[in-house]
RNA sequence: GCGGGCGUCGCCAAGUGGUUAAGGCAGUGGCUUGUGGCGCCACCAUUCGGGGGUUCAAGUCCCCUCGCUCGCCCCA
């Protein structure tokens, strides 16, 4: 290509997009809102050491996907590949954690160096929630509350939302331990993939997609057997906490998560009208991660949703994108002093609360009519040579051949922000 | 990082080795020195993502490369 393009994996939205992400963002921050929700901002870039500690060196964000450069002053700095690391660490930089529980939440783009696919963008955008400080089991099912009916609102259909606990780190360990070992019995009738897996990360085995695979599994020790009394009786408590929501759910036993901060609940809402990538929104208890962070020991719980796909989805709903909304005038001039006038009553407009859209072109009247129309703006208004030269402006409904055309006097539309009144 | 599919005008899209690369939409100018929606006329790719090669001849065949796309991995 001889011509600038954008970065593979970045995406421009352009103006005919761009309704669609709004629309889906102020329904979100209705829904924050009236959860008691705030809103947090973090840089896009932090020390890669946050990630590094945060997510864990082990996983696959953190070792190959990362955006990472030393800067002019030598410090490693990484593009944010998610938001909960940066939420964590400003809650602890700034105290916010000795105020009680923080309920927060987080939008806007991060950064991860895959390979581009239906539903995932090397620069991607995440809205989540980050609920720290609470410990109880309600607490997962309020999380999971606030995120599935704000997809409900939104209109996304297919959605199921799928549940499974991970225990606490030591069921985790313990279970880590008997998995290998089965895996390892088995290891000549596992995949390819999943063979690796066994050293890399065991537990991702349990997803493997391999029919083959999943067929085996099913005689391979389950996370669930391996929990304790505790961490059983707290799944158990955020189940009745989603029945009495009324809020379906699956059981996945082999739902588990990339990144390594999760424990307890972990849970998954897809879609079945998305392709590979099913995944909308994930999330979990990250109970160790603030004091892993070198903040307080504090418990919490979060999510996160992917907009790619959830416009993805709702563009689907949706059918085709809305068309640019129609300006209530369009003016049309010709001649310097006529410019002018017209300039000022473009203005006058706005001010009063219209949208008025203005043609610069100077060219033949005939012209800048085709384009009015097709604007779909109800209104023209006119500002000729003749106008200009008697001082008036010419109304003329572009929907309604039945109306007569209006003269009326520019100054008093000017001094007196009469125009809206006019346009009835 | 690995595999499959694809790359002709801003968008859609003919073209299956042979003179000047269809057409539609959009755009621009005109018919109509100042009044639209319809219609008509004209203009709008010396070039087929880029670079090599085969051939008398390549958008059409081969190789490389870049990009897009779908999937694997991973994840939202």
């Avoid at 001889?2 to 005919?16: F, K, N, T, Y």
């Avoid at 999943?214 to 389950?222: D, M, N, S, V």
């Amino acid at each position: 290509m001889a011509s600038l393009q954008s970065l593979r994996g970045m995406v421009d939205l352009l103006p005919e997009h761009t309704p669609l992400w709004q629309q889906l963002e102020s329904t979100a921050r209705e829904h924050f809102r009236r959860a008691a929700i705030r809103e947090i901002r973090t840089p896009l870039l932090e020390a890669t050491e946050l990630f590094a500690r945060g997510i864990g060196e082990a996983t696959d964000v953190v070792g190959k996907e990362m955006y990472t450069f030393i800067d002019r002053g030598d410090r490693s700095c990484t593009l944010r590949p998610e938001g909960t690391a940066s939420v964590v660490r400003a809650a602890i930089q700034h105290g916010l954690l000795a105020q009680g529980p923080q309920r927060l939440w987080y939008g806007g783009p991060m950064f991860r160096y895959e390979r581009p696919q239906a539903g995932r963008q090397r620069q991607f955008h995440q809205i989540g929630v980050e609920l720290l400080g609470v410990a109880d089991a309600t607490s997962d099912a309020e999380a999971i509350a606030v995120a599935w009916d704000l997809l409900a609102d939104l209109g996304v259909g297919g959605l199921q939302l799928e549940i499974n606990s991970l225990g606490t780190p030591e069921d985790r360990l313990r279970y880590r331990a008997e998995l290998v070992a089965w895996l390892e019995a088995h290891h000549d009738q596992l995949d390819a993939d999943s063979q690796q897996r066994i050293s890399t990360n065991p537990l991702r085995v349990l997803d493997s997609k391999n029919p083959d695979t999943q067929a085996l599994l099913a005689g391979a020790p389950t996370l669930a057997a391996a929990l304790c009394g505790d961490s059983h009786e707290r799944f158990s408590q955020v189940r009745q906490a989603l029945e009495a929501l009324q809020i379906p759910f699956v059981l996945n036993p082999r739902l588990v998560r990339g990144l390594d901060y999760y424990g307890h609940t972990a849970f998954e809402i897809t879609s079945s009208q998305l392709g590979a990538q099913a995944t909308v929104c994930g999330g979990g208890r990250y109970d160790g991660l603030v004091e892993q962070l070198g903040g307080p020991a504090t418990a919490a719980v979060g999510w996160a949703i992917g907009l790619e796909r959830l416009v993805l989805l709702l563009s689907q709903a949706q059918g085709a994108i809305a068309a640019a909304p129609a300006p209530d005038l369009y003016v049309i001039s010709r001649g310097a002093a006529a410019e002018r006038l017209a300039l000022a009553l473009c203005r006058q407009g706005r001010q009063a609360g219209l949208v008025v859209e203005r043609d610069a072109s100077g060219a033949a009247f005939g012209k800048q009519f085709k384009r009015a129309d097709k604007s779909g703006a109800p209104w023209a208004a006119v500002v000729g040579e003749q106008e200009a030269a008697e001082g008036v402006v010419v109304l003329k409904h572009l929907r309604d051949s039945e109306r007569q055309d209006r003269r009326l006097p520019i100054g008093d539309l000017l001094a007196q922000s009469s125009l809206a009144a006019a346009l009835q």
